[in-house]
């Protein structure tokens, strides 16, 4: 999925529906999931969990808001959190990678971590000055880790709005990147 992939995705075909099918998939391959949100609040967990069916696939989520807690709680390196602040690709990746193991249970990580950082607004980011609308979604499953960036600029001043469109792009990713061979991922 390309950027202009999850730009192009809207409300109407992520939905309830595609999280509900998308639960189901993952929880008939027996794949687990975590998730890592900053910029969405708790607002991506809880689609993952709507559907029912969830307890079987979404381990758990840390909502890491403050920069400290993605370093302390997730795992993201604190060297880079101070180089780049919380709004950087590479942030996004790790948060994605490492929330798998932040969130392991009896020791088994989850095999796909999720995560969400950006700037919802209505003001740009106090430490980097990167404009409303700036969001990176990591996505990890396997060995591949990608972060994937939005432009919801169109949607700056609007902070319910910025934090929704990322919700859906979210779950857009997951369903994609988790598509195969049916294997575990």
Same mark, same amino acid.
């Given at each position: 999925?390309?950027?202009d992939?999850?730009?192009?995705?809207?409300?109407?075909?992520v939905?309830?529906?595609?999280?509900?099918?998308?639960?189901?998939?993952l929880?008939?391959?027996?794949?687990?999931?975590?998730?890592a949100?900053?910029?969405?609040?708790?607002?991506l967990? &809880?689609e993952?969990? %709507?559907? #029912?069916? !969830?307890?079987?696939v979404?381990?758990?989520? =840390?909502?890491?808001?403050? /920069? @400290?807690?993605k370093?302390?709680?997730?795992?993201?390196?604190?060297?880079l959190?101070?180089?780049?602040?919380?709004?950087?690709?590479?942030?996004?990746?790790?948060? &994605?990678?490492?929330? %798998?193991? #932040?969130? !392991?249970?009896?020791?088994?990580?989850?095999? =796909?971590?999720?995560?969400? /950082? @950006?700037?919802a607004?209505?003001?740009?980011d106090?430490a980097?000055?990167?404009?409303?609308?700036?969001?990176?979604?990591?996505?990890?499953?396997?060995?591949?880790?990608?972060?994937?960036?939005?432009?919801?600029a169109?949607l700056?001043?609007?902070?319910?709005? =910025?934090?929704?469109?990322?919700?859906d792009?979210?779950?857009?990713?997951?369903?994609?990147?988790?598509?195969?061979?049916?294997?575990?991922?």
């Open positions: 999925m390309s950027r992939d999850v730009n192009r995705t809207t409300a109407a075909d939905g309830p529906d595609r999280t509900a099918a998308l639960i189901a998939r929880a008939a391959r027996g794949t687990t999931v975590a998730v949100e900053s910029l969405t609040g708790g607002l967990s &809880a993952l969990i %709507r559907p #029912a069916g !969830a307890s079987a979404v381990l758990g989520g =840390v909502t890491a808001y403050a /920069t @400290g807690l370093a302390s709680v997730v795992g993201v390196d604190r060297a959190l101070d180089r780049t602040g919380p709004v950087d690709p590479e942030v996004a990746r790790q948060l &994605a990678d490492r929330v %798998r193991t #932040a969130l !392991a249970v009896d020791g088994r990580p989850a095999d =796909v971590g999720l995560a969400t /950082t @950006g700037v607004g209505p003001d740009p106090r980097t000055g990167q404009p409303p609308g700036t969001v990176w979604i990591g996505v990890a499953v396997g060995d591949r880790v990608d972060a994937i960036r939005l432009d919801l169109h700056a001043g609007d902070r319910g709005a =910025v934090r929704a469109a990322t919700v792009a979210a779950i857009a990713a997951l369903d994609v990147r988790t598509r195969g061979d049916g294997a575990r991922e």
